[in-house]
């Protein structure tokens, strides 16, 4: 069966409040797996419960199919990689890095083998005799990683762990810890409330909202095939505009942006999603005001007005637009993406009645 992970119905409940409800999911083993979502939406509580340190209300945990739902967290077969650090002060890098071997009393041979080939992996061979106080952030994120290497655990678990980071190193710590967890062959479950890190990282993404999944699938099928309207405005950078389409007075205008004249009959509550990278500025189509120009270097991000609805638009390079100045919109019909009144498309539908 391998090193996969399986949670089943997963549950949290703090007194009348809810924070997992019946959250399942796989994943496969020597992958990486992304939960995803906003603040609150219990992506570290199931981190926490998977590894033990919170007690699940309901549910089962399967770790190479043993139940490990009330299992002690040592005797898991997990490693995990904290927001904070939490680093000794007191203690060499080296020391630290070994400190849980030596409380499973792994012999001293043994622990410096491993000590070598961990800080090898993640650069630290020179550095094992400072204190983490003469370590960068990105350096003593790099002791919590060569940690949970040593321990040389199946199932490596990550919370927020370069959250602390600026963004370049936030961008060089990602690519390094996707290509150990593909040297290793590591089954790892990281948690991110960063969009942009779940599509540059992740085998499998599970987007959260409100304790419970909204879609789980490869981080192209959630950019590519939204199922519901929330996935369509959180994935994306910037996330795809949704108008709503009973609240603009004149649909001909939607339609004359994309020579497409299928819109629903009825399009009461329904929400027309169109991403700003498939619009382009053209002689007609959909009349809309320019709000701002955000030049970024490589593109611009344009926000315009459609009536009473705001829109966004990508282009590369500078946007030669002025502040107020009226344009006209167009996209590719395979471009729209509609959704109902509960925020799901028709399929969702067909399948969530």
Not at 14 to 33: H, I, K, P, Q
Not at 127 to 145: C, T
Request: charged share 20%.
């Amino acid at each position: 069966m391998g090193n996969d992970l399986q949670v089943v119905c997963l549950e949290k409940r703090w007194g009348d409040f809810t924070a997992v409800d019946r959250v399942s999911f796989t994943v496969a083993e020597s992958t990486l797996c992304v939960l995803l979502g906003p603040s609150g939406c219990g992506k570290s509580t199931i981190l926490r419960m998977i590894a033990g340190l919170e007690e699940a209300s309901g549910g089962s945990i399967y770790i190479a199919g043993r139940d490990v739902t009330t299992i002690d967290p040592a005797r898991r077969g997990v490693s995990m990689v904290f927001q904070s650090y939490a680093l000794f002060p007191h203690l060499s890098v080296g020391e630290n890095i070994v400190f849980g071997l030596k409380v499973r009393k792994i012999g001293a041979t043994e622990r410096a083998a491993r000590l070598r080939q961990a800080a090898e992996l993640v650069g630290l061979a020179e550095l094992l005799e400072r204190k983490p106080a003469q370590l960068s952030g990105g350096q003593q994120q790099r002791v919590a990683l060569a940690r949970a290497i040593v321990s040389q655990q199946p199932v490596c678990l990550m919370d927020e762990p370069l959250s602390n980071l600026d963004a370049k190193l936030r961008s060089e710590m990602r690519s390094e810890i996707r290509a150990l967890q593909k040297r290793l062959g590591l089954t790892m479950v990281y948690v991110t409330h960063d969009q942009i890190e779940a599509m540059t990282m992740a085998d499998q993404v599970i987007l959260l909202k409100d304790g419970r999944v909204e879609q789980s699938g490869p981080p192209h099928e959630l950019y590519e095939r939204p199922a519901t309207a929330f996935t369509a405005g959180f994935i994306g950078a910037p996330p795809m505009n949704l108008l709503v389409l009973d609240e603009l007075p004149n649909l001909n205008e939607i339609k004359a942006a994309t020579d497409d004249m299928s819109l629903p009959r009825s399009p009461a509550g329904m929400r027309y999603g169109v991403r700003p990278e498939d619009i382009e500025l053209a002689e007609d189509g959909l009349s809309a005001r320019v709000e701002a120009v955000d030049f970024l270097g490589a593109g611009s991000i344009i926000t315009l007005h459609h009536q009473n609805q705001q829109l966004l638009a990508s282009c590369s390079g500078r946007a030669a637009l002025t502040i107020g100045q009226q344009v006209y919109l167009r996209w590719p019909p395979e471009a729209v993406h509609l959704f109902s009144a509960n925020g799901r498309t028709e399929a969702e539908e067909s399948i969530h009645p």
